[in-house]
């Protein structure tokens, strides 16, 4: 298990702990950093030394990577193409706070 997979873990723990309606429809993607899984709650849980490293795990988790989550093509794509430049810019998702995003079905039975 990565640090992508246990992002994505710990977004579907907190989720089902307290914010079950999310499981099943879309939340915007500043939830995910700020309410869902922020980084000083949930350091420890996630095992990442740095801010820069959970920051990192967002943009994969983002992009699309694995199928964990479904969102904006243009987002994931530009995403993903930060991820690959030889320097990303590891704070790109904030230009995306408002953009909706949301499990997909076949990443969460993976963690059932």
């Not at 298990?1 to 309606?21: E, H, I, K, T």
């Not at 350091?43 to 990192?56: M, S």
Request: proline letters at 5%.
């Amino acid at each position: 298990m990565d640090d992508l997979d246990r992002m994505y873990r710990r977004l579907v723990q907190n989720l089902r702990a307290g914010f079950p309606d999310l499981l099943a429809r879309p939340f915007e993607v500043a939830e995910l950093y700020t309410t869902l899984v922020p980084y000083r709650h949930n350091r420890r849980e996630l095992g990442l030394e740095t801010n820069q490293d959970y920051e990192l795990a967002l943009l994969r988790v983002l992009s699309g990577e694995r199928g964990y989550l479904i969102g904006d093509p243009q987002m994931q794509a530009d995403l993903r193409e930060e991820l690959q430049s030889s320097n990303p810019d590891l704070s790109k998702f904030r230009a995306y706070s408002t953009t909706m995003i949301s499990l997909a079905p076949d990443g969460l039975r993976a963690v059932e």
